[in-house]
Every structure is written in structure tokens, then in C-alpha cells.
């Protein structure tokens, strides 16, 4: 039996996934989903895209700006 959490972070969502799956007759894919969906996205792939959209906007430069190169002298 699994109790009502919800996870915050990958790992966590990974984590309740493997219990949701050696609990009952569940793919691995409908187990990331179940916790994806406690976890308050609307699946495992939702979930991903979040988080990497967040990665992208920390690392990618915003649309329009150019590289400078740098260089000693």
C-alpha cells in the first residue's frame, strides 16, 4: 500500500514510481506517469519538460542575442 506522497524533486518521483510499480501489475512508463500526476504535473514527460525548460532559460541565451567572443591583449 502507498501513502499519499508527494514528491518534489526527480529522484522522489523516480523513487514513489518503483513503489507504485512492486505494488501492483504497472508498466515502469504508467508508474512514472501515476507519480508525475501526485507530484502535480500532467505525466513523466510534462514533468521533464518543466524541468528542463527551467535548465534551457538558465544556460540558453534569449532569442536575439549574439555571442561576444573574448579575448586577452
Given at each position: 500500500?502507498?501513502?499519499?506522497?508527494?514528491?518534489?524533486?526527480?529522484?522522489g518521483?523516480?523513487?514513489?514510481?518503483?513503489?507504485?510499480?512492486?505494488?501492483?501489475?504497472?508498466?515502469?512508463?504508467?508508474?512514472?506517469?501515476?507519480?508525475?500526476?501526485?507530484?502535480?504535473?500532467?505525466?513523466?514527460?510534462?514533468?521533464?519538460?518543466?524541468g528542463?525548460?527551467?535548465?534551457?532559460?538558465a544556460?540558453?541565451?534569449?532569442?536575439?542575442?549574439?555571442?561576444?567572443?573574448?579575448?586577452?591583449?
Amino acid at each position: 500500500m502507498t501513502r499519499n506522497l508527494k514528491p518534489a524533486t526527480e529522484s522522489g518521483i523516480k523513487r514513489l514510481a518503483k513503489r507504485l510499480k512492486s505494488d501492483g501489475a504497472m508498466s515502469h512508463a504508467a508508474a512514472l506517469d501515476a507519480a508525475a500526476r501526485q507530484a502535480g504535473y500532467e505525466n513523466y514527460r510534462h514533468f521533464t519538460n518543466q524541468g528542463r525548460t527551467a535548465v534551457d532559460a538558465a544556460v540558453r541565451p534569449p532569442p536575439g542575442a549574439h555571442a561576444q567572443r573574448v579575448t586577452d591583449r
